[in-house]
Nanobody, 123 residues
Framework: QVQLVDSGGGLVQAVGSLRLSCAAS????????MGWYRQAPGKQRELVAA???????NLADSVKGRFTISRDNAKNTVYLQMNSLKPEDTAVYYC?????????????????WGKGTLVTVSS
């Protein structure tokens, strides 16, 4: 089992910045990918950013140029640096982790999920 603890959310004004963090713990041999998803009120959960083994990354078009994902593999930790935040970025952000490369496709989710951290961007 893998436990994910995500943190760093809060209230910020538009054009401000936040940094989300997520640490994985438990019985972990290796983690192939970690990432962030978000769900805004009344909307489906969507992929924000993902980082996989080999250095491949995915970023939603809506956050390109503003958000950056990074990982510290030694600490099983993933970060999401969010700059130039917009009110439409308001959502609950969920950390996620995927153990195997063989069935990995971040568009369809990952194996394990954090409880989520709320990001609210005011105009």
């Amino acid at each position: 089992q893998v436990q994910l603890v995500d943190s760093g959310g809060g209230l910020v004004q538009a054009v401000g910045s936040l940094r989300l963090s997520c640490a994985a713990s438990g019985t972990i041999l290796s983690i192939h990918a970690m990432g962030w998803y978000r769900q805004a009120p009344g909307k489906q959960r969507e992929l924000v950013a993902a980082s996989a083994g080999g250095g491949s990354t995915n970023l939603a078009d809506s956050v390109k140029g503003r958000f950056t994902i990074s990982r510290d593999n030694a600490k099983n930790t993933v970060y999401l640096q969010m700059n130039s935040l917009k009110p439409e970025d308001t959502a609950v952000y969920y950390c996620a982790a995927h153990l195997s490369y063989s069935n990995y496709d971040p568009r369809y989710g990952m194996d394990y999920w954090g409880k989520g951290t709320l990001v609210t961007v005011s105009s």
